[in-house]
């Protein structure tokens, strides 16, 4: 597209369902960069990928003709099936249903890189749950709890 310019950034996150801790340390960076390349694939631009056992978050410029919601549906597809493929998990696996989609401004993209990057750290003085839970809160998303996680019963 002639004269289309464009600079959305977005921050999403999605977890594995039931929140089961399976992503492990032998095998996560490798999934990681896997995400990257499907996100770059669908002429998006990955800015970082990382997370820890149990879900994940991506910095992204997204392209305008694709839409979150493509992008996510391709991503977890593609990733799960490369989890189950090489069989990285000793049941099948599977991504929970649904992610968070947040857009970020050009100046705050470095502070949100560095939060990304040091999810390890960050995660060990709060849960992911708290932590989706206040960026729902910090952009006025209006939820039900109860759709949002959904755990093992």
Excluded at 83 to 97: C, G, M, P, S, Y
């Amino acid at each position: 597209m002639a004269n289309t310019y464009h600079q959305i950034y977005l921050q999403v996150v999605f977890a594995v369902k039931h929140r089961e801790a399976v992503i492990t340390k032998e095998w996560r960076a490798k999934l990681f960069s896997i995400i990257g390349n499907l996100i770059n694939e669908t002429g998006c631009k990955t800015i970082i990928v990382n997370g820890i056992e149990d879900h994940v978050h991506c910095l992204l410029g997204l392209k305008p003709t694709i839409s979150v919601s493509e992008l996510m549906k391709t991503i977890k597809a593609k990733s799960s099936k490369y989890i189950n493929d090489h069989k990285l998990t000793t049941a099948r696996f599977e991504w929970q249903e649904g992610y968070g989609a947040f857009s970020y401004s050009q100046s705050h993209v470095s502070d949100v890189y560095k939060y990304i990057e040091n999810q390890e750290d960050h995660h060990k003085k709060q849960t992911f749950n708290q932590e989706y839970l206040n960026f729902l809160n910090k952009f006025n998303i209006q939820y039900e709890e109860k759709y949002i996680f959904e755990e093992l019963k």
